[in-house]
């Protein structure tokens, strides 16, 4: 038979381990890329409307005029702030009124949005 000491401090071990691994599997799933159709490519030029520099990611909110002149809101979804900073990006690299065409993996649920792959500033 385990001393009660040795129960208790298994015990600890367990759960710091169940919660260890759990931690990891949200931070996966938080991250995926499930959301989006990553075998399309789709171009989105537009005015920012907003640029959120936040982790654990960074939004540009672009409004974009649709063939009918109406004014639509797509949300382009970034990497989060520290990882910008790596490539040279800051909180003021892209401005309200400034003109971006951006290109994204489309949301695969067909709402105006999706995940950068590249964009262009227009100066």
Do not use: Y
Request: hydrophobic share 40%.
């Amino acid at each position: 038979m385990f001393s009660q000491p040795l129960k208790t401090a298994t015990t600890i071990v367990a759960v710091a381990a169940g919660t260890l691994l759990l931690a990891i599997s949200s931070a996966t799933a938080h991250h995926s890329f499930a959301l989006f159709d990553m075998t399309k490519t789709l171009d989105v030029e537009g005015s920012v409307k907003k640029f959120e520099w936040s982790n654990p990611h960074s939004w540009i909110v672009l409004e974009v005029t649709s063939p009918q002149n109406t004014v639509d809101e797509w949300i382009v979804e970034l990497p989060a702030a520290a990882s910008l900073v790596r490539e040279g990006w800051n909180k003021n690299f892209v401005k309200p009124g400034e003109k971006l065409l951006v290109r994204i993996n489309p949301l695969k649920n067909g709402q105006k949005g999706g995940s950068l792959t590249s964009f262009s500033q227009e100066h």
